[in-house]
């Protein structure tokens, strides 16, 4: 695969993180052999204004390590690496399930972890170096021998839920990123509209006194309330069940609004001519709820009149618009202007051209 994953990973930022911006555990540990090394032989403790500060990278002891075989794992990268954070949003998005991403870097010929497993789904990213791994047969699947595999750069792997793994580094220094799926399953969704049905305040309700005695006549009444949970269930809205649990989803979503701080320094400067851009990776998705129109930003909810839902889904759906062409939806030309401010305060609009373009945005 011509370029792999290095937009993603590389060695020379691997070693940037640890050597220039002082990483702090738990963002990355070391591992060897399938043992966890104790924190303090690789960190070190300093100031930060008048706070001392412990769990700081210690540059010459990873390197140290590293050089004895030691593997660096980089935890939560989607937390703090914007080109990871970019790429498990685009994944997230795609997918509709939550992901993270981890970084394991090995030395020639070493292995960080022993034979395990994960409780979630994982796909495996080779960014740099070869690594051979060992993939036993899923919980799901038939029986088989465990699969011998050498990864090169822009390889992957898929494993669901509970498949047994080993690898280990070859010839040379290897990194990969393991990105974790959280899948939201259907015993999540019927636990949503359970939970509907439970909310009837007669359920709290006491057992009788003696039903320990008089276990026929419990059971007639537990009857009775399952037949009324049945049909209660029955008049459950599947639609309005699968919405409740996509705005859950779509509002629990970290803001990547790079540059909103530098765009707000000074007084946002706009006019009819300014040309409004989507932030890379931003999240807009508008419901209509009690005569307003609701937009979910990733971490917030934003409340508008309902007269502004054409020019919000105008908005939703482009990748830019001038302020000037929401005049067929928004006549006053001061009112574009406060929706145009509000939404760039908001994190979801930026008047600042993007470099980049990022796949799979919402």
């Known amino acids: 695969m011509l370029g792999g994953f290095d937009d993603l990973l590389t060695l020379d930022e691997v070693d940037r993180f640890l050597t220039t911006i002082a990483l702090r555990t738990p963002f990355f540990r070391l591992v060897q052999a399938g043992k966890r090394i104790p924190e303090s032989e690789y960190t070190r403790s300093g100031r930060a204004g008048s706070r001392d500060v412990a769990g700081i990278a210690d540059p010459a002891a990873v390197a140290s390590l590293f050089e004895q075989g030691a593997t660096i794992v980089l935890q939560g990268l989607h937390r703090w690496s914007e080109p990871v954070a970019r790429f498990n949003r685009s994944l997230e998005l795609e997918l509709g399930h939550a992901c993270q991403v981890n970084a ?141 649990r996509a705005d859950r989803f779509l509002s629990a979503r970290a803001q990547l609004a790079r540059g909103s701080i530098a765009e707000r320094a000074e007084t946002i400067a706009l006019d009819e001519s300014t040309m409004l851009y989507r932030r890379p990776g931003s999240v807009c998705e508008l419901r209509t709820q009690d005569g307003e129109v609701v937009a979910l930003l990733g971490d917030r909810r934003l409340r508008l009149p309902a007269w502004i839902e054409p020019a919000m889904r105008r908005i939703a759906s482009s990748d830019a618009v001038r302020i000037a062409e929401l005049d067929d939806v928004i006549r006053d030309p001061a009112s574009r202007l406060v929706l145009a401010r509000r939404l760039i305060r908001e994190g979801l609009l930026t008047a600042v051209p993007p470099t980049g373009r990022w796949p799979g945005r919402r």
């Open 104 to 244: 394991y870097v090995t030395p020639a010929g070493a292995q960080g972890l022993e034979l395990h497993h994960d409780p979630h789904d994982v796909f495996v990213l080779q960014a740099f170096g070869r690594k051979r791994w060992q993939v036993h047969a899923a919980p799901r699947e038939a029986h088989r021998q465990p699969l011998d595999a050498e990864v090169g750069p822009g390889d992957t792997i898929y494993m669901p839920t509970g498949t047994p793994h080993a690898a280990s580094a070859q010839d040379g220094i290897s990194g990969h990123l393991t990105v974790g799926v959280h899948v939201t399953t259907w015993r999540d969704m019927l636990g949503d509209v359970w939970r509907t049905v439970a909310a009837d305040a007669s359920l709290d309700d006491p057992l009788d006194p003696g039903w320990l005695r008089d276990r026929s006549d419990l059971a007639q009444k537990l009857s009775t309330r399952v037949r009324a949970a049945s049909e209660r269930l029955t008049t459950i809205d599947a639609g309005d069940a699968i919405d409740a």
